[in-house]
């Protein structure tokens, strides 16, 4: 089994940043590649960003690229989710998750492509 927390979420002001953290633990010599997808009220979890925990390959959405960075600290068993330039259309509740195939992951990157998730952690973003 693999658990993943969240943290880091909170509330900002348009144009800030937050730096959202997850961390990994139990059986993560197995975790191929972890995600951040984010769900706001009344609509469907969506990705965001995702990272091969072994060579770094990444993924972004298009609303994410150029704002928002994804890494991961594998000595730390830990990845991060930096988010710049922030919009009030970024409020959502964030979900760090990990999946054991890097096969499966792929466009259009849907939450089934994943095999442990988080509680979420809320960002805010107020204009």
């Known amino acids: 089994q693999v658990q993943v927390v969240e943290s880091g979420g909170g509330l900002v002001q348009a144009g800030g940043s937050l730096k959202l953290s997850c961390a990994v633990s139990?059986?993560?010599?197995?975790?191929?590649?972890m995600g951040w997808f984010r769900q706001a009220p009344g609509k469907a979890r969506e990705f965001v960003a995702v990272?091969?925990?072994?060579?770094?390959?990444?993924y972004y959405v298009d609303f994410a690229k150029g704002r928002f960075t994804i890494s991961r600290d594998n000595i730390k068993n830990t990845m991060y989710l930096q988010m710049n330039s922030l919009k009030p259309e970024d409020t959502a509740v964030y979900y760090c998750?990990?999946?054991?195939?890097?096969?499966?992951?792929?466009?259009?990157?849907?939450?089934?492509?994943?095999?442990?998730w988080g509680q979420g952690t809320q960002v805010t973003v107020s204009s």
């Open positions: 998750a990990a999946t054991r195939e890097w096969s499966r992951v792929y466009y259009p990157h849907t939450p089934d492509q994943y095999d442990y």
């Open positions: 139990g059986r993560t010599g197995s975790t191929a590649a």
């Open positions: 990272i091969r925990m072994s060579e770094g390959t990444t």
